[in-house]
Every structure is written in structure tokens, then in C-alpha cells.
């Protein structure tokens, strides 16, 4: 066995983000590829919400390691502001100097092989690459979004230390990882002498025993279409106002005397301005904001469902939201808003996985997503996606793909 630190920021009990079950499904089944794994994450206290369920999934044998960290909005904001430079490269930049420690330490202690450091939490970045720089070992870099695109919003000074972590993480480390052909396209044009054979696409996937562990759905006994969408949405690129629009639309041309389904938005986030909206378009009949669950708990939702909801906008033509796995492997028709040349959209429609709708025209989407809905009313429950080749997307085989190039660092070490 050889051993490998993960540094991750999203790692149980953190909840809210379904960043932290790449991490977790890698310290899951790395054991079976060969290496043991030690994790190096941030003191719960930094983390906004917390949800203990998937602890029991962290292997008994495998450490854990909290260093002490602040959340800058949280702990050193005095009337909701604070000064930026508490909070560059992100709100927790405060654990860099005390993880830097405990990774040097753990490195030594657990003879350490290979470093792996995950993104989105740049300062995690930070560490990594610091560590790796420190004691020598192999490092690989983990995007599972860029640091910045054309999209970014951020402040020159915030986006400068951006590009800078991601530069020298690219430049320094042994291979780079990133969740998307088009991202590894993206960083082979921004960093134009980085060899094809460093950067791997490892996408991120679905985890076979999460789903076992869910009761399969009884007989259907609603008389209406039930649309689910699980997670953030945002005014920017996820936003669900134009499908609200067309929702009233085909009110008023009485589609719903005819069909009867209801759309139901967990865990949205800006709950209180989803409801208003729903109500200022008087569709509180037919939208329902509701509470976020337990992750095993959505999933069951999932299952339950008969369409599947997701937005992924333009400006995220190069990622895949990890969802997007889950649902696949739920079988469920996906009513998808993005852009069919994305990756997300390329993944869909490769697979026959439901309707895409690239418009924001009230009226278009009113005009494809009538037709659709109908289809699948006539026979609710038969309809199904056609996902090829399921279990190749599977947590655990991308965890071997990562074991592979851990081997092939540790070899040439």
C-alpha cells in the first residue's frame, strides 16, 4: 500500500456543496487500488451548514485531519463587511499557514507518496502546492472548475491572486485533473506548454452504494406529472425565471386543465425570492419552493420523480454538474436549459437523456416543453433515459483512473 494526503476544504460534515463526494468517494475505494489514503480538511467551524450523514462513509481506518480556520463572513465581519484582504484568495483563507504545518507534519508521519489537493476553495490550492513544494512529493491538482473564465466576477486584485494559484498549481505540479473535455481544452490553450500527457479528465459520477441503500419506489399513486430539481439555483447562470414564464403561459392557454404536474425546487438557495416570483406569476399551484434533505434523502426524491430539472447556462459550457450523473443513473427523463455544445448538453443528448432547451424565449421553451410533456404523460413511469455503458460512470471507476496516475507518480518518483 502506498499513501496518499487528499486536501480538500469539502469534506463531511460540511454540507451544501456535492463537491465533497468527490473526495469522499476517492478515500472510499482508493484502498482497493493500492493506496491509503489520509485527508487534511478544515475545522468544521468554517463550514455554514452541517449534516453528519455521510461521516459513516469515511473508512474507520483512514485519518482525518481539522486545522484550525475562520470563515471570514462569518467570524471577523462586523455589520456584514470585512476587510478584503481576510478573505484573498477566499472567506477561508485563514487555515493556508496552520494546514501548510499539518501537512509537512503529516507527510513526514505517515510517509506520505503523493499529494492531491481539489478545487473549488483556492486557498486548498494554496496548500497543496505549497506542501508539495516543501517536502518534494509528487502533486496532483484537482480542478473540478477553472479558477477564472470570461464569466468571473471578481475584483482585479481577487482575480489577479486567482490566476496566480492556478498558474503556479498548473506549473508545478506532477498532472492536473479536470472533470470536463472542455476544460481540459480550456487549460490546454491558457497554458499552451502543458504537455497533453500531464492533464486526465476524471468526470465526476454517481456512487452505486448510495443507491442500494435506497428502497426502491412503490407504485406509483399520484395522478400527476412530478418535476424535481435538486440544488442551487442563480439569477445568473442557473435561472429558472424564463421556465416560470413559460410555465404561465401554457396556463393561460389551459395546458394544465389538460395535464397535471407540478415542479418542486429543493434547496434552491434565495428561497424567499423564488417564492415571490412563484407567487407574483401566481403559479403557487404548479411551483414549489421547498427545504433542502439529507443527500440519501434527494436521492430517494430522484426516484421518486418522473422528470428531472436542470440548468446549467452558457457560461458553464465546460463543466458537468455531478448531479447530472445521479440523474442519469436514476433512469428519470431530464428536462435540461443549456447550450447542446456544452459538455453537459453533448452528455445528454449522446444518450438520448431527455430534452435540451438552449433558449431563454418564454415562448420557445412554452412551445417544446408542451409536446414533450405530453409524450411522456401518455405513459408516466415507461419513459426512460438511455444512458450507455452506466457503470463507466460509476465514483468507484473514477477513483481507479485516479490510482492509475498516482501509480504512475510513485513509479517515476
Known amino acids: 500500500m502506498k499513501n496518499v494526503l487528499l486536501i480538500a476544504y469539502h469534506f463531511p460534515p460540511q454540507h451544501g456543496s456535492s463537491g465533497l463526494l468527490r473526495t469522499l468517494k476517492f478515500v472510499r475505494y482508493l484502498g482497493k487500488y493500492g493506496f491509503r489514503p489520509t485527508v487534511l480538511t478544515i475545522h468544521t467551524r468554517a463550514y455554514e451548514k452541517l449534516d453528519h450523514a455521510l461521516v459513516s462513509q469515511i473508512p474507520g481506518d483512514v485519518h482525518v485531519h481539522r486545522v484550525f480556520a475562520l470563515d471570514t463572513k462569518k467570524h471577523l465581519s462586523i455589520k456584514g463587511k470585512y476587510w478584503e484582504p481576510l478573505a ?19 507527510v513526514k508521519k ?11 476553495i483556492a486557498s486548498a490550492m494554496v496548500v497543496g502546492t ?47 485533473v479536470v472533470t470536463t473535455p472542455g476544460t481540459r481544452t480550456l487549460f490546454r490553450t491558457r497554458y499552451p506548454n502543458l504537455p497533453a500527457e500531464k492533464i486526465s479528465v476524471i468526470a465526476n459520477g454517481y456512487d452505486e452504494h448510495d443507491f442500494a441503500q435506497l428502497s426502491p419506489p412503490g407504485p406509483r399513486g399520484r395522478n400527476y406529472i412530478r418535476i424535481i430539481h435538486a440544488g442551487l439555483l442563480d439569477q445568473d447562470y442557473r435561472n429558472p425565471l424564463p421556465f416560470f414564464h413559460s410555465l404561465q403561459i401554457l396556463k393561460a392557454q389551459n395546458l394544465f386543465a389538460e395535464l397535471s404536474f407540478k415542479v418542486e425546487l429543493y434547496a434552491p438557495g434565495s428561497d424567499d425570492y423564488y417564492k ?85 424565449d418564454p415562448a420557445v421553451i412554452a412551445a417544446r416543453f408542451a409536446p414533450w410533456l405530453r409524450q411522456i404523460a401518455s405513459a408516466p413511469g415507461n419513459w426512460k433515459n438511455h444512458l450507455k455503458n452506466i457503470h463507466d460512470h460509476s465514483r468507484e471507476k473514477q477513483t481507479e483512473s485516479l490510482a492509475r496516475i498516482f501509480q504512475s507518480l510513485v513509479q517515476t518518483d
Not at 144 to 165: C, E, H, V
Not at 296 to 308: G, K, T, V, W
Request: a negative charge; one cysteine or more; charged letters at 20%.
Open 130 to 176: 505549497t506542501v508539495s513544494r516543501l517536502t518534494g512529493k509528487p502533486f496532483v491538482a484537482d480542478f473540478r472548475d477553472p479558477m477564472y473564465d470570461d464569466y468571473t466576477q471578481l475584483s482585479g486584485k481577487a482575480l489577479r491572486a486567482r490566476q496566480a494559484i492556478e498558474a503556479s498549481a498548473v506549473t508545478r505540479c506532477d498532472h492536473v
Open 110 to 120: 505517515y510517509d506520505i507518496d503523493v499529494i492531491f489537493t481539489t478545487y473549488p
Open 88 to 106: 484573498t484568495p477566499d472567506r477561508y483563507a485563514s487555515w493556508i499557514p496552520f494546514a501548510i504545518l499539518a501537512g509537512c507534519r503529516l
Open 276 to 360: 415571490k416570483c412563484v407567487a407574483d406569476l401566481h403559479l403557487q399551484d404548479i411551483v414549489e419552493v421547498k427545504p433542502g434533505l439529507p443527500y440519501h434523502d434527494i436521492l430517494a426524491e430522484m426516484l421518486n420523480s418522473d422528470i428531472l430539472l436542470l440548468y446549467q447556462g452558457n457560461a458553464c459550457d465546460h463543466q458537468i454538474p455531478a448531479k447530472v450523473y445521479e440523474y442519469l443513473r436514476t433512469g428519470k427523463p431530464i428536462l435540461a436549459f443549456a447550450t447542446e455544445n456544452g459538455d453537459t448538453g453533448q452528455l445528454l443528448s449522446s444518450n438520448n437523456a431527455g430534452l435540451i432547451i438552449s433558449d431563454n
